[in-house]
């Protein structure tokens, strides 16, 4: 079945970089968008963005951008979200997720969701 | 960016009693195509949210028809026929017509 595994916890300092990976299996890479959503400590989900694996092309939400960047490693089945210059408010569970179809880039909904990936941000 | 609003925020059930939670959005939400891209999701205590209803009023499979999504255009509703204990968690709508995506804030529904 299909499986979104993402890579472990980190700390990093404010100022600091983080990278997470997802690593998708069972399914055709290049055709289900992916999505980054985030939700800190105690609070709601926050979508910060989404590529299409068909041609890499992303999108992201306007707080993020300059400081996310979103790719893929086809060969690996491997999405990838760099954030950069962290402070104490990116503390979060950063989620990829699946998306089961998008028409453009209006999407239906979001059916697998990998485990999640707690990145603590702290001096 | 599209807002999305909830109420209430916090919602107490009985079990085997109907709930409902209305969801409004800044700007339409009804595409070209006929369809409304709001999707609801549950996030039950420690887990990852998982869908409810897509397209505005699509069961999403395995969910039980006893969740009812309704609205069109701006109003959207999620109703419970009769709730229950499973039902826990926090109910999201988000809209996915157009990026940035965006999440209404939530409403806990407990048991009372």
């Known amino acids: 079945q299909v499986q979104v595994l993402q890579s472990g916890a980190e700390v990093k300092k404010p100022g600091a970089s983080v990278k997470v990976s997802c690593k998708t299996s069972?399914?055709?890479?290049?055709?289900?968008?992916v999505h980054w959503v985030r939700q800190a400590p105690g609070q709601g989900l926050e979508w910060m963005g989404v590529?299409?694996?068909?041609?890499?092309?992303?999108r992201a939400a306007q707080k993020f951008q300059g400081r996310i960047t979103m790719t893929m490693d086809t060969s690996t089945r491997t999405m990838y979200m760099e954030l950069s210059s962290l402070t104490s408010e990116d503390t979060a569970i950063y989620y990829c997720?699946?998306?089961?179809?998008?028409?453009?880039?209006?999407?239906?909904?979001?059916?697998?969701w990998g485990q999640g990936t707690l990145v603590t941000v702290s001096s | 960016d599209i807002v999305m609003t909830q109420s209430p925020l916090s919602l107490p059930v009985t079990p085997g009693e109907p709930a409902s939670i209305s969801c409004r959005s800044t700007?339409?939400?009804?595409?070209?195509?006929?369809?409304?891209?709001v999707t609801w999701y549950l996030q039950k205590p420690g887990q990852v949210p998982q869908v409810v209803i897509f397209?505005?009023?699509h069961r999403a499979p395995g969910v039980p028809d006893r969740f009812t999504g309704s609205g069109s255009g701006t109003d959207f509703t999620l109703k419970i026929s009769r709730v229950e204990a499973e039902d826990v968690g926090v109910y999201y709508c988000?809209?996915?017509?157009?990026?940035?995506?965006?999440f209404g804030p939530g409403t806990r529904v407990d048991v009372k």
């Open positions: 997720s699946r998306d089961v179809h998008c028409t453009g880039f209006s999407c239906y909904y979001l059916d697998h």
């Open positions: 069972e399914y055709t890479f290049t055709s289900y968008f």
């Open positions: 590529i299409d694996p068909s041609d890499g092309t992303t």
């Open positions: 700007q339409s939400l009804l595409h070209s195509n006929g369809y409304n891209f």
């Open positions: 397209l505005g009023s």
């Open positions: 988000m809209q996915a017509l157009q990026t940035p995506f965006t």
